[in-house]
C-alpha cells in the first residue's frame, strides 16, 4: 500500500522514525550498482555496516540536530524489537521495514481501538481510554482518520458504545481494508482465527466456486475478510439480504453453521461469492481469470454485461478505440468496467475508486476533466436508453462518476494529453543505440521529437558536443553506448518525474 496507509495508525513522531529507517535501507541500496544489489540480495549479504547521517540528513533535507534526535529514539525502538540491548548496526538494521511498522502500529492507539472494535469486548469508550492510558481528546484524535475512511465507506463508527454501525457488507468491507492498512500483510493479526485455517477456508470457498486465485496476496487479503466474516458472525451480525445483482446459484457454504437459518447460510454464500466481483482482482492482460468473469456475467446478469459491452463500443475514439485494442487488453478493460458497476450497485460507489483517491497522491494530483466527465455521462445515458436496466438507471449520477474517476487515470497514463518531449542527440549508430531506442520507444507517455528540438523537455545526448537552444533550455541526460542498469533506471525516474509534472499541472 501507499506510505500514506501509515497516517491511519501512526503519529508524526512514529511516521519520522520509519521513513528515517526506509531512508538509511534504501540510501545504502543506491550507493551500490544496480549488478551488485542484486548479488547481494540472491547471496543474502550486504547488512548495513554504518549510517551516514550527515548525509542522511542532506538527503532528506532535514536539520541534522532534528534528525539525530531522531535517530536515537529509531535505535532504542530497534533494539527493544531485536532483544538486545547492546545489538551493532548490521543487527539493528537486519529487520525488515514491515516488522518494524507493524511493531508501531502494534502499539498505537488506532490499533488497539481497531482489536476492541471487532472483538467488542469493552463496554464503552470511558473504559477503551483507560485501557490505553491516554486522554480522551488525545484518542479522539488520533481515532480520527479511522472514522473518516469508514465514513468514505459508508458506515458509522459510534465511539461511545465502542460499535460499529451500517449496513454488515459495508462493514466487512471497511474492516478487511482497515486491518489491511494496519499490517500491510506483515503479520496475521487476529486472535480467535489461525493463519492456517483462514487460508484452509479460503481454498475452500474459491474451489466451491471453480476460482483460482495464484497470486498469495489476493488471497491473504480473501484471508483477512473471511475472518472478519467468521467474527462478525460470531457477534450475531449475519447478513440476511440475498444478492440480486448475480444470480449464480451459489452453493451452501454455510450448511454446517448452526448459529445461521439456512437463509442466512444462502445469503452468507451469496455475498461471498460477490466479492469476487466487486473489485478487478486482476491486473494483466490474459488473466485465465478474466474469460471466467465474463462468461459469468454474461449468463447471470445479461443486462449488465451489454450495458458495459455497448458503453465500450459507444465511447468517443479518443477516450477509448475498441478497434484498436488487443482482445485481451479488451477483456482486462470489460471485466473491470463490470467490477465498477457491480459495486456502485452493491454500496452506491466504486470500492475500488474509493481506496485509490484515498491513498494514491499521484490519482489525487489528477486535474479534473470535464469534456471527459461530460462524454462518459452521455455515452452511459445513450446505452441506458436502450437497454434500459432499470437497477443501473437509479444510479446513474454515481455510475457515471464512478466510470469518469476510472477513465481519468486510465487516459492519464495510458493515454496522456501532454507527452513527455524527448530529443535523441545520438551518433548514426542506430544498432549501438538499439536498446535504448526501442525502451523510449516503449513509454507511452513519451514522445519523440524528429526537429524542433527547442522545444523538448528532454535531449538524450551520448557526445559532448554543446547544445543550443536558444531561450528554452531542455534537460540534457548524457547516455553512454554501453548504457548500465543504473542509467536506464536513472532515465526512467527522471521520464517519470518529468511526466508526473505534466499531468498534475
Given amino acids: 500500500m501507499n506510505q500514506t496507509s501509515t497516517d491511519l495508525f501512526l503519529q508524526k513522531n512514529t511516521r519520522d522514525k520509519l521513513r528515517l529507517y526506509e531512508t538509511i535501507m534504501r540510501t545504502k541500496q543506491r550507493d551500490l550498482p544496480v549488478t551488485t544489489q542484486v548479488q547481494q540480495t540472491r547471496a543474502h549479504t550486504g547488512a548495513v555496516e554504518d549510517v551516514n547521517l550527515r548525509r542522511i540528513a542532506m538527503l532528506m533535507d532535514r536539520n541534522y540536530g532534528t534528525l539525530y534526535y531522531t535517530y536515537n529514539q529509531l535505535l532504542d525502538e530497534l533494539r527493544e524489537i531485536v532483544g538486545d540491548p547492546d545489538a551493532d548496526i548490521p543487527k539493528l538494521f537486519s529487520i525488515s521495514v514491515g516488522q ?26 470511558e473504559a477503551f481510554v483507560d485501557s490505553v492510558e491516554a486522554s480522551r481528546v488525545t484518542c479522539l484524535r488520533y481515532l480520527r482518520p479511522v472514522r473518516d475512511l469508514a465514513k468514505q465507506l459508508g458506515v458509522r463508527i459510534v465511539y461511545e458504545k465502542m460499535r460499529i454501525s451500517g449496513d454488515e457488507n459495508r462493514i466487512r468491507i471497511f474492516l478487511t481494508l482497515v486491518y489491511w492498512l494496519a499490517t500491510d500483510g506483515a503479520v496475521w493479526p487476529f486472535t480467535h482465527f489461525t493463519h492456517r485455517d483462514a487460508l484452509e477456508m479460503v481454498h475452500r470457498i474459491t474451489a466451491a466456486f471453480d476460482l483460482d486465485y495464484t497470486s498469495p496476496v489476493i488471497r491473504e487479503v480473501l484471508g483477512y475478510h473471511v475472518t472478519i466474516n467468521q467474527t462478525r458472525i460470531a457477534h450475531g451480525h449475519t447478513l440476511t439480504q440475498p444478492v440480486d445483482t448475480l444470480s449464480y446459484p451459489v452453493p451452501n457454504l454455510f450448511d454446517n453453521d448452526v448459529r445461521l437459518t439456512q437463509a442466512e447460510q444462502f445469503s452468507e454464500s451469496q455475498h461471498l461469492y460477490q466479492l469476487n466481483f466487486l473489485l478487478p482482482i486482476y491486473y494483466a492482460p490474459g488473466d485465465p481469470n478474466i474469460p471466467q468473469v465474463l462468461a459469468t456475467f454474461k449468463r447471470y ?168 537552444f536558444g531561450e528554452h533550455q531542455p534537460l540534457i541526460f548524457k547516455w553512454n553506448m554501453n548504457a548500465s542498469s543504473d ?15 505534466k499531468t498534475s499541472l
Fill in 100 to 125: 518494524l511498522r507493524m511493531a508501531m502500529v502494534q502499539k498505537s492507539v488506532p490499533f488497539a481501538f481497531l482489536q476492541h472494535l471487532i472483538n467488542e469486548d469493552q463496554p464503552n469508550f
Fill in 487 to 501: 542509467l536506464f533506471g536513472q532515465l526512467f525516474g527522471l521520464l517519470h518525474a518529468l511526466q508526473q509534472e
Fill in 301 to 468: 446478469n445479461p443486462a449488465l454485461y451489454q450495458f458495459i459491452e455497448r458503453f465500450m463500443r459507444q465511447l468517443p475514439e479518443e477516450i477509448l478505440d475498441v478497434h484498436r485494442l488487443s482482445e485481451p487488453m479488451g477483456e482486462l478493460i470489460q471485466a473491470s468496467l463490470l467490477a465498477i458497476v457491480m459495486s456502485v450497485l452493491t454500496f452506491g460507489f466504486d470500492l475500488g475508486a474509493v481506496i485509490a483517491y484515498a491513498f494514491n497522491h499521484r490519482v489525487i494530483a489528477a486535474r479534473p476533466d470535464d469534456r471527459l466527465a461530460i462524454a462518459v455521462r452521455q455515452t452511459a445515458e445513450a446505452v441506458l436508453v436502450k437497454e434500459d436496466p432499470r437497477e443501473v438507471q437509479a444510479l446513474m449520477p454515481a455510475l457515471s462518476q464512478a466510470l469518469y474517476a476510472n477513465l481519468l487515470q486510465v487516459r492519464r497514463f495510458a493515454q496522456p494529453a501532454a507527452k513527455v518531449k524527448v530529443a535523441l542527440m545520438l551518433e548514426p549508430v542506430t544498432l549501438g543505440f538499439i536498446d535504448l531506442v526501442t525502451f523510449i520507444d516503449q513509454q507511452p507517455f513519451v514522445e519523440l521529437l524528429h526537429d524542433h528540438f527547442e522545444s523538448a523537455d528532454l535531449v538524450i545526448k551520448d557526445s559532448s558536443m554543446p547544445l543550443d
